[in-house]
């Protein structure tokens, strides 16, 4: 089984953007971390990162919407020509604007 160093190469890199602490050190365990930025938000990525794919998983409900809005602005902006975005996660709350 390949490790996530050797799928995306020497040259390429994962950030993972992740506001619990839990489930960030549960990552850690779990992956080769060579090449993989770890940070708590998107207010943490230097602005010239740039994203070819993303995925984004059981995200809502982890932010305020204006945190929400600036991370959908964010990660949006970032996006190269034809990058794939993987989004699952549950219906919003009733409460959230749930609009990007």
Known sequence: ???????????????????S????????????????????????????TVFDVVVTQYLLDMFEDEELDFFFWEVGRRVLPGAKWLMVDFYPKAHKKAVW
């Open 21 to 48: 602490v839990r489930m960030t050190a549960l990552a850690k365990q779990r992956i080769d971390r060579r090449n993989v930025d770890f940070v708590k938000s998107m207010a943490q990525v230097p602005p010239t």
């Open 1 to 19: 089984m390949q490790n996530n160093y050797d799928r995306i190469g020497c040259s390429g890199s994962v950030v993972y953007v992740e506001p």
